[in-house]
C-alpha cells in the first residue's frame, strides 16, 4: 500500500518536471492551432570513451509515468504565475492527457550511438512536454545500467553488490540506480528501500563503527554474531590479518555452532590481503567462509584483482558505480524528426539527427550480432526488429514483462550475443557496424536540399 502511494504521489507531481521553454512552447502551439502529430527520436549521439556499447533501461517506470501524467490544481496554481500562462492555457493543460504512440528498444537492450531507442509519435505539444521527462528517466538508467554491466563482466563470475546510495545523487539516483544495477547483473543492493520497491534482493554486513563501539574487536565479532550468527564479519578495523586470526578463534570457540559467511576487506591491498586471509581460513578448516572485498572498487581494479586471481568471492561496489564516475553523463538526444507527415531534422555541426519515423534491425550471424541497420519506419531488412510497441493511444501494452528479473535475463542473454570483443572494457576496433538503409539515406538527402533550398 505504502509503494502504491508512493508511486502515486511521484506520478502526479511529474507534470511540472519540465523545462520552462517546454510549457512556452506548449502555449505556442495551443495558441498557433499547432496540433498535427509529430514523431520525436530519443538517441545517444556518442557512447562515452570507455564504453563500447550501452544497455537501454528505464523505460517501464517512464511509461507508467507518462500514461498518468495530469496537471493537478495546485500546479496549474503555480503555473497562473508564471508570464508564460493564460486562462485559456491553463484551462488546455488541466485536460491534458498523452494519446500518442512509444515504440522503444526494451529494457536490457544492447544498442550504439545514434540508434533511435525511443520513438515518440504524438501531436507535437504532448510529445514536446516529456522530454525532459525521458531525457532524465531513460538516460539516467541507461547510464547506470551500462556501467553496472561492466562492474559485472570484470568480476568474471563473483557475485557484485550495490553498496552505492549513500554517495548516488540524491535519492532518485539511488533508487533507480538500483534498479539499473540489477538489470546490468548486479545480484543485490544494500538500499533497503530500493529492495521493498522493486522486489530486489537486499544484502549488508557491519561498519566499522560497531567494531569501534565495543569494548574490543574480539568483542565485537562475538556480540555480532550472537546476533547474527549467519553474518559477514568486518576484519580490517584495526588489522586485517589479525581481524582473520580472530575470527578463526572464534570459530574454535564456537565449534559446530559457528555459522559465519563471510568475512569482508573494506581497505589496503586486496589482492595481497584476500590470499592471506584464504590461507589462514583454509588452514583452519574454514574453506566455506568467503570473502567480501569493498572500498574503492570500480570495474578496473576489479578486473586486476580478478585476472591475477585474487580469492575474492563477492564484490561490494559504491562510489563509482552510483555516479558512474567515468562517464557521469550520456550525449543523449530527443529530437523533432517528423511533423505533419514531412521529415524534420538538424543541420547543426556535429549534431545530426535522421530524419522520419524509424526502425532498427540487428543482423546476427551463427547467434552472434554483426551489425545494425537504421532504417525508415515500415522498411523490411533482414534481421531482428529492436524498437517494439509499448504504447498506443496513450496506454501501455504488455510488450515487455515489467518483472526485473525477466528484464535481468533478457539483457543477460542480449550481451552474450554481442561479438565478445565489445565486452572488453577499452575501447575496441573494430567498432560495432552501425549503418542506414539506401532508403533512410536517399529520404535524409532530400530532407537536406529541401531545408537547404
Known amino acids: 500500500m505504502r509503494q502504491s502511494q508512493q508511486r502515486k504521489r511521484s506520478v502526479s507531481s511529474s507534470a511540472l518536471f519540465t523545462d520552462l521553454y517546454e510549457l512556452a512552447m506548449l502555449r505556442a502551439y495551443f495558441e498557433l492551432g499547432m496540433e498535427a502529430q509529430a514523431t520525436f527520436s530519443l538517441f545517444v549521439r556518442k557512447l562515452p570513451p570507455q564504453r563500447n556499447f550501452l544497455i537501454a533501461a528505464g523505460l517501464n517506470e517512464l511509461l507508467e509515468t507518462i500514461e498518468n501524467l495530469r496537471f493537478e490544481p495546485q500546479q496549474i496554481d503555480y503555473l497562473a504565475s508564471l508570464e508564460i500562462s493564460t486562462k485559456p492555457f491553463l484551462d488546455w493543460l488541466a485536460g491534458f492527457r498523452f494519446s500518442g504512440d512509444i515504440d522503444a528498444m526494451p529494457e536490457g537492450a544492447p ?28 538516460g ?39 534498479r539499473a544495477f540489477y538489470i546490468g547483473g548486479v545480484e543485490s543492493t544494500s538500499n533497503v528501500a530500493a529492495g521493498e520497491r522493486y522486489g530486489l534482493p ?3 554486513t557491519m561498519a566499522h563503527s560497531f567494531v569501534e563501539a565495543c569494548a574490543s574487536e574480539m568483542d565485537a565479532f562475538r556480540s555480532f554474531s550472537e546476533v547474527f550468527p549467519d553474518t559477514t564479519l568486518l576484519i ?21 555452532d559457528f555459522n559465519i559467511r563471510a568475512v569482508r576487506l573494506d581497505s589496503g591491498d586486496l589482492d595481497m590481503l584476500s590470499r592471506e586471509a584464504r590461507r589462514i581460513l583454509d588452514e583452519a578448516g574454514l574453506s566455506d567462509v568467503q570473502i567480501v572485498a569493498s572500498g574503492g572498487l570500480d570495474e578496473t581494479r576489479i578486473d586486476a584483482l580478478t585476472s591475477r586471481g585474487a580469492p575474492i568471492d563477492i564484490f561490494g561496489v559504491g562510489t563509482d558505480m552510483a555516479v558512474s564516475s567515468d562517464a557521469p553523463a550520456l550525449d543523449i538526444a530527443y529530437k523533432l524528426t517528423e511533423y505533419a507527415g514531412e521529415g524534420r531534422m538538424k543541420l547543426s555541426a556535429g549534431k545530426r539527427s535522421l530524419p522520419g ?28 526488429l529492436l524498437l517494439e510497441p509499448f504504447m498506443r493511444s496513450g496506454r501501455r501494452i504488455a510488450t515487455q514483462s515489467s518483472d526485473l528479473q525477466h528484464i535481468r535475463d533478457y539483457a543477460k542473454a542480449q550481451l552474450a550475443a554481442l561479438p565478445p570483443h565489445l565486452r572488453m572494457l577499452r575501447p575496441q576496433e573494430p567498432r560495432y557496424e552501425v549503418a542506414i538503409s539506401d532508403a533512410l539515406a536517399l529520404y535524409e538527402r532530400e530532407i537536406r536540399e529541401r531545408l537547404i533550398d
Open 236 to 256: 580490517d578495523t584495526y588489522d586485517a590479518i589479525e581481524g582473520v586470526k580472530k575470527v578463526v578463534a572464534l570459530a574454535k570457540e564456537r565449534g559446530t
Open 140 to 178: 539516467l538508467q541507461t547510464m547506470l545500467a551500462s556501467k553496472a554491466a561492466r562492474v559485472v563482466d570484470a568480476a568474471r563470475g563473483r557475485s557484485v553488490v550495490d553498496f552505492g546510495a549513500r554517495r548516488a545523487q540524491g535519492i532518485d539516483a539511488a533508487m533507480n540506480g538500483a
Open 357 to 384: 519515423r524509424k526502425q532498427v534491425f540487428r543482423e546476427y550471424r551463427d547467434g552472434v550480432a554483426v551489425r545494425d541497420v537504421i532504417a525508415r519506419h515500415g522498411e523490411t531488412l533482414p534481421g531482428v
Open 111 to 138: 544498442f550504439f550511438e545514434n540508434e533511435p531507442i525511443m520513438e515518440v509519435v504524438a501531436p507535437i505539444a504532448e510529445a514536446q512536454l516529456i522530454e525532459t521527462l525521458v531525457l532524465n528517466q531513460i
Open 202 to 204: 537486499v544484502a549488508g
